[in-house]
């Protein structure tokens, strides 16, 4: 079965500090991951994928598959960073599996 | 390009009866899937609709339903309300039924189960 872990249900980390979100997924076929990220009162909106390989707002996630995680990694975090943070596995059509979702807090 | 919409943005229903919320996608986007998120259970995926058909079902009971029309609008139906069903509903678009297109959420609509 399709399995999107994510360990951390919050992160607390100071501004300027290196962040690193945690995600490990359970897959039989090539995954198709994802970050969606939701601010304070704002929609889920996607942050990145593994496809395009880019940087998101600092952000970067690379998917290693022989230990199956995608874990998201910011080296300098910024208050504007916090935020619900959500790993998402892409299965047959449009369908996302999701994590349980990690809340970020970047501390003054 | 206005975003996904969702009506109504919040209900509150008693147990038994039924409800049906609405999502108009963004203009020219043909998918349109369906979440429920709960404090328990996080994000499940409901359904998937694409021209019109059903693409794709979660595990959810036959009580959930769906439809699409010809505008890509979409609805849900939820008959026999449980006080489970509380939840936030959120629909998605993309442009097309690929699975290489970025999904955008609407807002949600709030139903709360008395």
């Known amino acids: 079965a399709q399995r999107v872990t994510q360990p951390e249900k919050l992160l607390s980390v100071f501004k300027g500090a290196p962040v690193e979100l945690k995600c490990n997924y359970s897959?039989?076929?090539?995954?198709?991951l994802f970050w969606y990220v939701q601010y304070s009162r704002q929609r889920l909106q996607l942050l990145l994928r593994?496809?395009s390989r880019e940087s998101i707002k600092g952000f970067t996630a690379d998917l290693n598959k022989g230990e199956t995680s995608f874990h998201l990694k910011k080296p300098f975090a910024q208050e504007e960073d916090s935020a619900m943070y959500y790993c998402?596995?892409?299965?047959?059509?449009?369908?996302?599996?999701f994590g349980a979702g990690t809340i970020l807090r970047v501390k003054s | 390009k206005a975003g996904v919409t969702q009506t109504p943005r919040y209900l509150i229903k008693t147990r038994g009866q039924q409800v049906t919320l609405s999502c108009s996608p963004i203009?020219?986007?043909?998918?349109v899937s369906w979440y429920q998120q709960t404090p328990g259970q996080g994000l499940q995926f409901l359904f998937e609709?694409?021209?019109?058909?059903?693409?794709n079902k979660g595990n959810f009971p036959g009580r959930f339903s769906g439809r699409q029309f010809s505008n890509s609008r979409s609805e849900m139906n939820v008959s026999t309300l449980e006080l489970g069903d509380s939840a936030l509903y959120l629909c998605?678009?993309?442009?097309?039924?690929?699975?290489?297109?970025?999904?955008?959420f609407g807002p949600g609509t709030r139903l709360t189960v008395l």
């Open positions: 203009s020219g986007h043909r998918s």
């Open positions: 593994h496809i």
């Open positions: 897959y039989s076929g090539s995954p198709e």
């Open positions: 998402a596995l892409k299965n047959y059509g449009n369908k996302l599996v």
């Open positions: 609709y694409f021209s019109e058909t059903q693409r």
């Open positions: 998605a678009s993309s442009l097309v039924g690929a699975s290489d297109n970025e999904q955008f």
